[in-house]
């Protein structure tokens, strides 16, 4: 709209060119084409308007149309799929939170267990060592009884030879178990009834 | 093209063509006009062929054309623009690709006779009123009788109100016709300029290779007219099918 003026004004000033004498084809009505282009115009215009509306167009829109009714169909399985991985995240995270615990009662069982096993194993240990002790101790003291006994009957008859020769004549032999058993008490080694 | 004469207007001259058809009125312009129609259809035929989900570049472009003027008639007639979607369509490429044709060499720019706009124009009124007494029957001419007036000014009102209605006719055609035949006029003297400039010797190199500049931008700027034309009448067209629709 803003250009017709400046046409206008560009006609004028082309009005004096020798050549607009002719003036403009477009007004040349004498011309029959300047007419004739109008009705060969409106066929094509019409056919062009009919292929378009029935044959063209509509190929565009059932493309548009199928291509939004893809996208929507699209959306709606993400959307559903997100819902399915939500829900499996959130199962998961419960069966990690399931499996912990019951590792953690399961680990705490077993050291329980372990600390039992331990308390009875060690306590059959002590009482095996401590049988084995007063066994040998047993043992120890009935040796140290047996040499007692040999030391005392050798006491007596060392004593009597002793006596014997120093005397000549053989010592009474009540006198000198009595004496063995007293001078062995008065060491501390034996009992005087021993 | 004589050297000293500027010979603008014969571009727009009109020549018969292929014999027999010619003898029947066919010209550059019925040509090009087919053209223009064929190339949309082929745009919409083969683009829309592959009937791809994620488009090519020629279905992006039958879907962009298809998307930009749907969204123009939605946005600008309504609910019912739906309807004259095909015809709005129709229009929009035919002087579009009329408009575009044009810009190249030796092509033929019909939109530039005022036959051919002033036919196109005479279509869109006849329709847009057709339209207005289909929808609303008589009470169509209340269009003419503004609202909120002074019942004594109405005799001087509602003549004015048809005549900007029927100015529609001049208006539409004449700005589709003058600004694409001022356009052509403009490039073809600056070409003339450039040639009658180069041939004048050593001094005229320097304008002619300015004049060869201005053409050369004038190019774009007619790119830029013959699609902004194209846009005007097919909004103009969709303003005026709104009026017929809503009554304002």
Redesign the interface.
């Known amino acids: 709209?803003r250009?017709?003026p400046?046409?206008?004004v560009?006609?004028a000033l082309?009005a004096p060119?020798?050549?607009?004498a002719?003036?403009?084809?477009?007004?040349?009505f004498n011309?029959?084409?300047?007419?004739?282009?109008?009705?060969?115009?409106?066929g094509?215009?019409v056919?062009?308007?009919l292929?378009?509306?029935k044959?063209?167009?509509p190929?565009?829109?059932?493309?548009?149309e199928?291509?939004a009714a893809?996208i929507a169909a699209d959306l709606d399985a993400a959307r559903a799929a997100k819902a399915t991985a939500d829900a499996a995240a959130a199962e998961v995270t419960a069966a990690i939170a399931a499996a912990r615990s019951e590792a953690q009662t399961a680990i705490s069982a077993a050291v329980e267990a372990a600390k039992a096993d331990e308390a009875t194993r060690s306590a059959a240990l002590n009482a095996r060592l401590e049988a084995q002790l007063a066994q040998a101790e047993q043992q120890i003291s009935a040796a140290r009884a047996a040499a007692l006994g040999a030391l005392r009957q050798v006491a007596g008859e060392t004593a009597a030879t002793v006596v014997a020769r120093l005397t000549g004549a053989p010592a009474p032999p009540g006198r000198i178990d009595q004496e063995v058993a007293a001078a062995l008490a008065a060491r501390g080694i034996v009992e005087s009834h021993a | 093209m004589a050297a000293g004469?500027?010979?603008?207007?014969?571009q727009?001259?009109?020549?018969?063509m292929f014999g027999e058809l010619g003898r029947?009125?066919?010209?550059q312009?019925?040509l090009m006009?087919?053209v223009a129609?064929g190339l949309?259809?082929l745009i919409?035929?083969v683009g829309?062929a592959p009937?791809?989900?994620v488009?090519g570049r020629l279905?992006a472009a039958?879907?962009l054309l298809?998307?930009f003027v749907y969204n123009m008639c939605s946005e600008t007639i309504g609910e019912e623009g739906r309807r004259f979607?095909?015809?709005v369509?129709?229009l929009f490429?035919?002087i579009l690709f009329g408009n575009l044709l044009g810009v190249f060499p030796y092509f033929f720019t019909?939109t530039?006779?005022?036959?051919?706009t002033l036919?196109?124009t005479i279509?869109v009124v006849v329709l847009t009123t057709v339209v207005g007494l289909a929808i609303h029957k008589l009470h169509f001419f209340s269009y003419f009788v503004p609202e909120g007036v002074p019942k004594l000014l109405l005799p001087l009102l509602v003549p004015i109100e048809i005549l900007s209605y029927l100015s529609r006719l001049i208006?539409l055609s004449?700005?589709l016709?003058?600004?694409m035949?001022?356009g052509h006029?403009?490039l073809e003297?600056f070409g003339a300029f450039v040639i009658m400039l180069g041939g004048a010797g050593l001094l005229g190199l320097l304008p002619a290779g300015l004049a060869l500049g201005v053409n050369t931008v004038l190019i774009g700027f007619e790119l830029l007219?013959a699609v902004l034309q194209a846009y005007?009448f097919a909004i103009l067209t969709c303003i005026y099918l709104h009026d017929a629709v809503h009554l304002h």
Do not use: C
């Open positions: 709209m250009r017709f400046a046409s206008l560009l006609l082309l060119v020798p050549a607009l002719n003036g403009m084809p477009q007004l040349a011309n029959p084409l300047t007419l004739d282009q109008v009705w060969w115009g409106a094509i215009f056919v062009f308007l292929l378009a509306w044959w063209g167009l190929r565009v829109a059932t493309v548009l199928d291509r893809h | 004469k500027i010979d603008a207007l014969s727009f001259a009109l020549h018969p029947m009125g066919f010209s312009s019925p006009m087919a129609a949309t259809l919409l035929g829309m009937r791809a989900m488009p279905q039958a879907e298809y998307e979607f095909p015809f369509f129709t490429l035919f019909f530039s006779h005022i036959a051919v036919a196109l279509v208006s004449v700005r016709f003058a600004n035949m001022a006029v403009m003297v007219v005007v």
